[in-house]
């Protein structure tokens, strides 16, 4: 009899509803009988991370110390596949000129690929294929979705699957709100690192009634993309991407 795939998923989203996301993540890989999956709220436990075949994120704000840094690099490196979702590579930072994109954790966004800066208001908008062979999204085709548009810088070799466009400023109380360039802005993409990969999907913005407290004492509820049938679909063919059976 095979052994099953050990999956670790970390959920823990400032500002986002994380019960929403961790449930309907577990849904998907309930799907998936070979998956085993442990969930946390942290990074810490970096032996099990170790020991496990995938890692799957979705945080916001949750910042490793050093030693967990490395410890996801390491995970990756050896060959493992990292899932990371919406905000994990977002950290927030009230400063007195409005939120601000700390330049810090260089390992862990290097490690990812990408670091989050800022985003416009949530709007509509048109998600073109960029690399139709690829089986994350062969047979897809553009689509509108209603989610943050990731403004990001990037580091090392990133392989875009999905993208979009979007130049101009906008006030979100982002300091940083002046994106004046036409390059497209990556709505998933594969990272190499090491003899690994890490998967990067941007979407998948959630929020509950309570999420954003102080900023707002009663949000609106927002479930975005986790409505959008073919973000589902892009989540389980992630899913099977990280199990190695795609």
């Known amino acids: 009899?095979?052994?099953?795939?050990?999956?670790?998923?970390?959920?823990?989203?400032?500002?986002?509803?994380?019960?929403?996301?961790?449930?309907?993540?577990?849904?998907?890989?309930?799907?998936?009988p070979e998956i085993r999956t442990r969930v946390s709220d942290s990074f810490a436990n970096t032996e099990a991370i170790a020991k496990s075949d995938f890692l799957l994120t979705y945080t916001c704000d949750l910042r490793p110390d050093e030693s967990e840094e490395r410890a996801l690099r390491d995970f990756v490196s050896s060959g493992k596949r990292w899932i990371a979702l919406h905000g994990t590579n977002a950290f927030l930072d009230f400063t007195?000129?409005?939120?601000?994109?700390?330049?810090?954790?260089?390992?862990?966004?290097?490690?990812?690929?990408?670091?989050?800066?800022?985003?416009?208001?949530?709007?509509?908008?048109?998600?073109?294929?960029?690399?139709?062979?690829?089986?994350?999204?062969?047979?897809?085709?553009?689509?509108e979705a209603s989610d943050e548009i990731y403004l990001?810088?990037?580091?090392?070799?990133?392989?875009?699957?999905?993208?979009?466009?979007?130049?101009?400023?906008?006030?979100?109380?982002?300091?940083?709100?002046?994106?004046?360039?036409?390059?497209?802005?990556?709505?998933?993409?594969?990272?190499?690192?090491?003899d690994g990969e890490v998967l990067y999907i941007t979407l998948g913005h959630c929020c509950g009634q309570y999420d954003m407290r102080p900023i707002q004492e009663i949000a609106e509820v927002v479930r975005g993309s986790w409505e959008n049938p073919t973000f589902i679909e892009l989540l389980r063919r992630a899913l099977r991407w990280g199990a190695g059976t795609l």
């Open 1 to 32: 009899m095979p052994e099953p795939i050990q999956a670790y998923l970390v959920a823990n989203a400032r500002f986002h509803d994380t019960d929403f996301a961790r449930l309907s993540l577990l849904q998907l890989l309930a799907e998936i």
């Open 96 to 143: 007195a000129k409005g939120l601000q994109s700390p330049r810090s954790h260089t390992t862990f966004m290097e490690t990812l690929g990408s670091r989050f800066i800022s985003h416009p208001p949530t709007q509509p908008y048109k998600v073109t294929i960029s690399d139709p062979e690829n089986p994350l999204v062969e047979g897809m085709e553009s689509f």
């Open 152 to 194: 990001c810088e990037y580091f090392g070799e990133v392989k875009p699957l999905l993208e979009t466009r979007f130049t101009g400023t906008f006030q979100s109380g982002y300091v940083e709100n002046e994106w004046l360039d036409d390059d497209p802005r990556l709505v998933a993409y594969t990272h190499p690192v090491g």
